[in-house]
């Protein structure tokens, strides 16, 4: 006897799952990205994506390597541990996006096919020239106060005072040189 | 610029093959970064936080952070005399105690507090960077995820910004950016720590109230000071493994 007898229809819809099988892993090549999988359920180049990002804090390390002095001056007193960012602000800023002249017909074009990510504002970098690029000199009216103002909340032990009573509204510059802020550290510079 | 068939011949499978290493995308991490050496997290000193909004503050430049919303912030709690010597008695508004507030994150620092009974103290939150965390066994599309580094990230190119994340991170640490309408949130400066910084926040910290921790590096002080600290992570319970670790931290922190 033959099993196999009327069984046409059975071999076609096997054939056709088959198909749809092949056409899926061909699917399946193209769409999923080459690194999904590589360290779990997650598109491993988007690690290496995230770490492009371009960093602003340039780390005191940057800074020092050209202000040693301010380093020296600043590791005797009591802002040693402040970081130099944590007062002067992030050493790269960003820029708005200079205004770019109408494109070309053959790079509108390609745009038409592969859009282009937009470009990223430049930064201001002054570590690479010092001399055309400074950053601005805070306000120590509103820096000093923003962590020396006096309030019931802060830890007991943090020097604060109340700036009206202290100082009469004497700039702080006056009498503390915020590198190295004690009196008898030499005063104003 | 007049090119002959012939070294059109010769340019095209060229031109064919830098466009294939313009395809292949952007390069890993710095080539000297081994993600298998580190397990990141942070170590977040109570006393020595003095809520002065420098870490949201350069967390927003750092990151490009849209105003209104927040990586990080600061929250200011206030508990009274009255509930620290009355634990557990039932009042008739019991959510006023402690007294939580946080103006704009705390971006530009804290209104002078005159009140001086009860007990202040700041509280910076930020991602936990849990171990086992909530918001990436939600992501339907796998688009966000806990790294070899201990680092919670989201892969913004395969985000659909359903916000399944943003509900089930207990913290509240995660937000829809409103450009982007993809999940946003801290990256632990993914792309400094790679490099070998400290993070934004850290870095912009003028008391040293936060710290980078690398929990694989044998020669991090957090070993010793967990040891010898009584530290605490938000919402233990939740078993979430949180990597935020917290010195001196208040029962009353939720």
């Known amino acids: 006897m033959n099993v196999f007898k009327d069984a046409g229809h059975l071999f076609r819809f096997a054939g056709l799952f088959v198909l749809a099988f092949l056409v899926f892993l061909v699917v399946r090549h193209y769409v999923v990205p080459k690194s999904f999988g590589e360290y779990g359920h997650y598109r491993g180049a988007a690690m290496g994506e995230i770490a492009d990002h371009a960093a602003k804090f340039a780390g005191h390390d940057t800074c020092e390597a050209c202000h040693s002095d301010v380093a020296d001056k600043k590791s005797k007193g009591k802002h040693a541990h402040v970081n130099c960012e944590a007062c002067h602000g992030a050493l790269f800023q960003r820029l708005p996006n200079p205004e770019q002249p109408r494109p070309n017909l053959y790079k509108r074009f390609v745009a038409l096919i592969i859009p282009p990510a937009p470009p990223d504002p430049p930064l201001l970098r002054h570590a690479e020239d010092p001399s055309s690029v400074k950053p601005e000199m805070p306000d120590t009216a509103v820096l000093c106060a923003r962590c020396h103002t006096a309030s019931a909340a802060k830890p007991k032990g943090f020097p604060q005072v109340v700036p009206a009573d202290h100082s009469n509204g004497v700039p702080c510059l006056t009498c503390h040189q915020p590198h190295n802020p004690a009196i008898d550290a030499g005063g104003a510079k | ?254």
């Open chain 2, 1 to 254: 610029m007049n090119i002959t068939r012939r070294q059109m011949l010769i340019l095209l499978p060229a031109a064919a093959v830098a466009w294939e290493a313009v395809l292949a995308g952007t390069p890993e991490a710095s080539s000297n970064y081994k993600m298998s050496d580190h397990w990141w997290g942070m170590l977040i000193d109570i006393p020595k936080c003095i809520g002065c909004g420098n870490c949201v503050r350069a967390c927003q430049t750092e990151n490009d952070v849209p105003d209104g919303y927040f990586r990080t912030w600061v929250e200011r709690y206030h508990r009274s005399d009255w509930r620290m010597t009355n634990p557990g008695v039932i009042t008739a508004n019991p959510l006023i105690d402690p007294e939580v507030i946080s103006p704009d994150g705390g971006k530009e620092g804290f209104p002078v507090a005159t009140d001086e009974s009860g007990k202040y103290f700041f509280v910076p939150k930020m991602c936990n960077h849990c171990a086992d965390s909530p918001c990436t066994q939600v992501c339907p599309v796998g688009a966000t995820f806990i790294s070899p580094d201990g680092v919670v990230l989201v892969d913004q190119k395969y985000c659909l910004g359903c916000a399944y994340c943003v509900q089930a991170c207990p913290y509240g640490c995660r937000y829809i950016h409103p450009k982007k309408e993809v999940a946003d949130k801290c990256t632990l400066c993914y792309h400094r720590i790679t490099q070998g910084l400290t993070t934004a926040c850290c870095e912009a910290c003028p008391t040293g109230a936060r710290q980078l921790v690398d929990l694989k590096d044998p020669k991090d002080p957090i070993h010793e000071f967990l040891k010898t600290h009584s530290v605490q992570v938000l919402k233990p319970q939740m078993a979430t493994g949180a990597k935020l670790f917290y010195n001196d931290l208040d029962g009353s922190v939720r």
